[in-house]
């Protein structure tokens, strides 16, 4: 295997190898019993709006299949990166954009794993940087908490110090720069290494209430017997939150029907200046509420 010759950039890091996305070795790197890769962070953390903490282990532990499907949205994302890549190329030609470079395991930990999108090298001298390449249909004004996590393990993985986001966000063109933070990445570690040893030692992390827990419980059930499962207070508990959501369905629907009078054909709903609900319309329909998510 040869080593490429911007290897000696990340001091910190083993190369492994220039690797196709989704080809057999490029799942064998990542797939390796105990190892954890930039993109999975996120999920450990809590942070991923698509997987769980439960999901990612059952998947890592071989209860379930860890390969996700081809879609469209995920072609068009791998289609789309040589172009941003590009795009940020052509907005600064002070720097030497370098991509597909490859996939690398830390010197320091060896079952930590990245795969960055590119790295940039400064034509005056500057300290090297990552690239990371990003298309979604949500707009950002920030970079999302799942990505940062992503971001801080490359950096950590590689030794460098700084990663620059080039995305195309909800048809936006944009980029977002984030800095090596060592409390940060230390405390990242350390919940990562807690997970990595519940994979290994096959002992299941706590449960949440994600749809992606439910699906992956659903998927790890058995054929159904006709046959009766005593449950206990499991049962009690389940019928009594059952009981609760209807009660705060119920709730939740008058306090629409209420606000919807109040706002009085009025688009925007606020409490002390802060729009909290907005009323919508679509075509001749009736109007609908949308309600502000807190922090949103």
């Known amino acids: 295997m040869t080593t490429p010759d911007f290897a000696n950039l990340f001091t910190d890091a083993e190369f492994l190898g220039l690797f196709e996305a989704n080809s057999p070795e490029w799942h064998a790197a990542r797939n390796q019993p105990g190892v954890i890769s930039g993109s999975e962070v996120g999920t450990i953390l809590g942070l991923s709006p698509f997987t769980s903490p439960y999901t990612l282990w059952a998947q890592k532990t071989n209860r379930i299949d860890r390969e996700i499907p081809e879609n469209d ?28 470079v ?20 400064p034509a005056d001298g500057g300290e090297p940087y990552l690239l990371e390449i990003k298309h979604t249909s949500q707009f ?19 030794g460098l110090q700084r990663m620059v986001f080039a995305v195309d966000a909800g048809g936006r063109y944009a980029e977002f720069e984030l800095l090596y933070d060592e409390f940060e990445v230390l405390a990242m570690l350390d919940r990562v290494t807690l997970f990595r040893n519940l994979i290994m030692t ?51 629907r008058e306090m629409k029907s209420r606000t919807i009078e109040a706002l009085n054909g009025a688009k925007n709903g606020t409490v002390d200046g802060r729009v909290v609900v907005t009323l919508g319309q679509r075509g001749n329909n009736p109007p609908f509420l949308t ?4 922090g949103k």
């Open 73 to 100: 949205a995920m072609l068009l994302g791998t289609f789309l990166e040589s172009g941003i890549r590009d795009m940020y190329a052509h907005k600064h030609p002070e720097v030497t954009v370098i991509g597909d």
């Open 202 to 252: 096959d002992v299941a992390p706590d449960w949440d209430g994600s749809d992606s827990t439910y699906e992956t419980a659903r998927k790890l059930s058995p054929g159904v017997e006709s046959r009766d499962e005593e449950l206990g207070d499991l049962g009690i508990h389940l019928v009594n939150a059952q009981t609760a959501f209807e009660s705060a369905e119920a709730h939740l």
């Open 102 to 121: 490859g996939s690398w395991r830390s010197n320091l930990t060896p079952w930590a794993n990245a795969n960055p999108d590119g790295v940039c090298i």
């Open 291 to 294: 309600i502000k998510k807190a």
């Open 140 to 158: 950002w004004d920030s970079i999302p908490e799942h990505y940062k996590a992503q971001a801080y393990w490359y950096l950590y993985v590689t």
